[in-house]
């Protein structure tokens, strides 16, 4: 059998972690947090007793839809923490009841068709790593179907006079690149989970890419949509810049899969960087390193990548020494030498307090020599590329991220008021409590912060623990000005006490009337962005 997804770690089944990996894990949680902690052993899917489906599919849709058991069990939630969490303790309250993997339009129509004809929720799933619920079946409902985009899966047409592909929507990442690199081009969006996830999970979610400044999300990115609802097809003109009226594509970028079914787009693409140059400034203070990177935002100079880690952040990624925050900053060009851009933000970044010196400025001028894998740089791309396929599932600890973004006026006051938050909270639910805090994205009005925290839980107790201190982020972040999420999407868990208390009322009401033209019914994922 082709290596699959493993239903629980993240990654295909081939990666996940293994009985020493575990044991291994457990002896360092032991030793670095005082408790004695014991690995269950890994999961076998076969132990699992997941509810019958209360539906089956019609013989009509049975060629492209599962009823099988690993199929409902790795559609029943997405990447995150707690989703994991249930899936290694083979807990699945609310699996769907189908799996249907359409290949063409008529397939998708039908299944879609279906759904709404029986008033059947239906949840979009593009590779599921969602960290939000995005991909969970809605609580209360008495039936669900997931369809599984993962047969949309070709880059179809590229052209090279205007720099623009037209992909379906359930192209992986590296799928997607492989298929352009041939004419030299490249999408040019990396989100952290570019292995596993796909174009029409990055549209439906407005996925930020790990370039910094400029076009890096995947709104700067999308030249038209289609997408299938219920109330029928949904296409966009090509356009290279429009000012008619309202954006039909800003209804579709973020919509979650609750106004329809992504299933290709027009995406720009550019040629592939030759030019690139790196370095990394160290700064003795946290806020003197955000100053310099504003700095560097504001002179628009547009770096590839200008990101700053906290202390505790460039202690445990990078190799500091947990005193300094470092700077990165990184350039890059299919066309153009980044010597002098480099050097101009370096230079900006000194002035601001920070030391690099001379030699570690690295420049590839074209040649094809690798930059920025050496050194704190390369080290903390390492942490960045090397996501943990979740050694420590179910081992006691808790561990989660949660990103935002917020004005530079407000960001001091904010980065306080929110560690100051987070750390009461943290020492009060569970015990080694350690937040960090790195930027991935800046604007010229302000950074995104991304703020990281673990701490000790206990053995069993992880996901309620854990929400303790997901209700006090989402508190803070929006009490002190900030929006519920920059890049992760909103989905079923950064609602109703976080992006329902950002957004006008009145915005609200009209996406439920947007919804109720496209989707009648309301079967498109709900619970997700408004209320069923
Ligand atoms: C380790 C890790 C790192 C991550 N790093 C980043 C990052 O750097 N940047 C970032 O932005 N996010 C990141 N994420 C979050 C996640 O990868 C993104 O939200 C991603 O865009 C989801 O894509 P997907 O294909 O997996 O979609 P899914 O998880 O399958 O679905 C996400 C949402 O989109 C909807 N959807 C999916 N496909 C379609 C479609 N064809 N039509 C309509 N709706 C659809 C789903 O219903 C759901 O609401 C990370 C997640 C993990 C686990």
Redesign the pocket.
């Known amino acids: 059998m082709a290596d699959r997804m493993s239903f629980w770690a993240?990654g295909l089944e081939s990666e996940e972690p293994t009985e020493a990996d575990r044991r291994a894990m457990a002896e360092d949680i032991s030793r670095r947090y005082g408790v004695a902690v014991t690995p269950r052993p890994i999961p076998d899917l076969a132990d699992a007793e997941l509810r019958p489906p209360r539906v089956t599919p019609p013989d009509a849709l049975a060629g492209f839809c599962s009823t099988d058991t690993w199929e409902r069990a790795r559609h029943a939630g997405?990447?995150h923490f707690t989703d994991r969490t249930r899936a290694f303790n083979l807990d699945f309250p609310n699996p769907p009841d189908f799996v249907a993997h359409p290949s063409t339009d008529a397939e998708l129509a039908a299944v879609l068709d279906w759904c709404h004809d029986n008033e059947v929720p239906a949840?979009?799933?593009?590779?599921?790593?969602?960290?939000v619920w995005?991909?969970s079946m809605p609580d209360g409902a008495d039936r669900s179907v997931t369809i599984a985009?993962d047969r949309f899966d070709r880059v179809l047409e590229v052209d090279e006079t205007s720099r623009a592909a037209r992909i379906q929507?359930?192209v992986y990442g590296p799928a997607l690149e492989a298929a352009l690199k041939p004419s030299g081009h490249t999408l040019r969006h990396f989100?952290?989970?570019f292995r596993?996830?796909?174009l029409?999970?990055?549209?439906?979610?407005r996925?930020?890419?790990?370039y910094a400044t400029n076009h890096t999300h995947i709104d700067d990115l999308v030249e038209s949509v289609r997408?299938l609802t219920p109330a029928g097809w949904w296409e966009s003109r090509r356009l290279p810049g429009s000012g008619a009226g309202p954006s039909p594509d800003r209804m579709v970028i973020g919509?979650?899969?609750i106004l329809?079914?992504?299933?290709e787009a027009w995406m720009r693409i550019q040629a592939r960087p030759r030019f690139r140059a790196t370095a990394g400034v160290v700064f003795d203070s946290w806020m003197a390193g955000t100053e310099a990177v504003r700095a560097i935002v504001q002179a628009k100079l547009w770096p590839a990548n200008l990101r700053i880690l906290d202390p505790a952040e460039a202690g445990r990624a990078a190799g500091l020494d947990g005193t300094q925050a470092l700077v990165i900053i990184g350039f890059e060009s299919a066309e153009l030498p980044q010597r002098a851009n480099i050097e101009a933000a370096v230079s900006l970044a000194r002035d601001a307090g920070g030391h690099i010196p001379d030699e570690n400025i690295v420049v590839d001028d074209g040649t094809g020599a690798p930059t920025g894998h050496e050194g704190p740089v390369g080290a903390w791309r390492s942490s960045f590329i090397g996501?943990d396929p979740g050694t420590a599932t179910s081992l006691g600890l808790l561990a989660d991220t949660f990103e935002t973004a917020i004005t530079w006026d407000q960001w001091p006051d904010f980065d306080a008021t929110v560690r100051s938050a987070m750390n009461r909270v943290l020492g009060e639910v569970c015990t080694h409590g350690e937040l960090s805090c790195r930027f991935?994205h800046v604007y010229p009005d302000g950074p995104a912060p991304y703020y990281t925290w673990s701490g000790m839980g206990r053995q069993g107790s992880e996901i309620s623990m854990w929400q303790e201190v997901k209700d006090a982020a989402n508190e803070v972040v929006v009490a002190a000005g900030g929006t519920s999420t920059h890049?992760?999407?909103v989905?079923r868990m950064h609602r109703p006490n976080a992006y329902d208390k950002q957004r006008p009322d009145l915005f609200a009401d009209a996406l439920r009337s947007v919804k109720k033209t496209l989707d009648p019914n309301g079967i498109l994922?709900p619970g997700?962005l408004i209320d069923p």
């Open positions: 993240w997405g990447a949840v979009p799933f593009g590779a599921g790593s969602t960290v995005g991909v985009m929507a359930g989100p952290q989970s596993f996830s796909t029409g999970g990055w549209i439906a979610t996925s930020g890419g790990h997408m919509s979650e899969g329809g079914i992504i299933t996501v991935t890049h992760h999407a989905g994922n997700v």
